[in-house]
C-alpha cells in the first residue's frame, strides 16, 4: 500500500512526534486508552486481510511476487509494519507492509495497468466485505446470545470489539479509495482517465505524496473522509440489521 520514495528519517520523526501525542493523551484519559486496546484486533484483521488480498490477487493474475515473500498468508506478523501498525491504533489512519507486485507478470489478457487496478482494489474491498461480515456477526450475537451475556463485562467488550473491528475496515478500506499516491486509489483511477491526464499525474507524482502528506499529518485528510467513514458504517449496519 505504502512505498515512500524520499527520506524516511524526516518522515518518521513526524509520525513519533504524532505518536507521542496520541499516547500522552491517552495516558490521562482511560476512557480513550480502554478504546484503543478494543481497537487493537480490528487494526490485525482489518491490515491482515487488506495485504493479504493485494497479494492473492495478484497471484491468481499471475504474479507469484507476493507468494515468494511469503505474503499469501493470513499471518498478521507476514503484514504488519511496525510504525503503520502505530499509526492506525494511535492516531486512526496507518498502513500495512507493502505487498510487492511485478504488474509484467499479469496474464496477458488485461493490460498491466488495469491489472494494476484490480490489485489495488482489492485491500479496500476487502476491508468493505469484512465490515459487512462482522455487522453480521454483531447482529447474529445480539439476536441469540441473551441478554444476560450482552449485559455482562464480557459481553459489552465483545459487542464493542464487533463494532471497532467494523469501523477500522470501513475506515481503511475508504481512506485506501483518496486517488493520492501512494493510496490504492491513485492506481485505481489510472484506466479512466484520459491519456494526457494519466501523464501529468504520473509525471507530477512527487507533488500528489507531498500533498497526500500535508493532508495526512494535518489531520484534514481525516476529517475528510471522517463523515464518508461514518455514513457507510452506519449503512451497512443498517443493512445487516435487515437481513438479521
Not at 47 to 71: P, Q, S
Not at 142 to 168: K, P
Request: charged share 10%; proline share 5%; net charge neutral.
Amino acid at each position: 500500500m505504502f512505498n515512500f520514495s524520499y527520506d524516511k528519517r524526516i518522515l518518521y520523526i513526524v509520525i513519533a512526534i504524532l505518536i507521542l501525542i496520541s499516547a500522552t493523551s491517552l495516558m490521562t484519559n482511560p476512557g480513550e486508552l480502554f478504546s484503543l486496546l478494543l481497537g487493537i484486533p480490528g487494526v490485525l484483521i482489518a491490515i491482515t486481510f487488506h495485504e493479504f488480498a493485494h497479494g492473492i490477487v495478484a497471484y491468481k493474475l499471475g504474479d507469484n511476487t507476493a507468494k515468494m515473500e511469503g505474503r499469501l498468508s493470513l499471518n498478521p506478523f507476514a503484514h504488519l509494519d511496525p510504525i503503520g501498525t502505530l499509526m492506525l491504533v494511535f492516531v486512526g489512519i496507518g498502513w500495512g507492509k507493502p505487498v510487492h507486485v511485478n504488474p509484467s507478470n499479469y496474464t496477458r489478457k488485461i493490460s498491466m495497468e488495469k491489472g494494476e487496478a484490480i490489485v489495488s482494489a482489492a485491500g479496500p474491498i476487502i476491508n468493505i466485505i469484512l465490515a459487512f461480515i462482522f455487522g453480521i456477526i454483531y447482529y447474529v450475537v445480539y439476536r441469540f446470545a441473551g441478554e444476560e451475556f450482552l449485559n455482562s463485562t464480557v459481553g459489552i467488550i465483545v459487542m464493542l470489539m464487533i463494532q471497532s473491528t467494523i469501523v477500522t475496515n470501513v475506515g481503511l478500506g475508504i481512506f485506501n479509495l483518496i486517488p493520492l499516491p501512494p493510496l490504492d486509489g491513485s492506481k485505481i483511477i489510472m484506466p479512466f482517465l484520459p491519456y494526457k491526464a494519466k501523464q501529468w499525474f504520473i509525471n507530477n507524482e512527487q507533488i500528489f505524496y507531498l500533498i497526500f502528506i500535508v493532508l495526512w499529518i494535518s489531520g484534514l485528510a481525516g476529517r475528510i473522509i471522517s463523515p464518508a467513514i461514518a455514513w457507510l458504517a452506519t449503512g451497512i449496519m443498517n443493512i445487516c440489521s435487515l437481513i438479521l
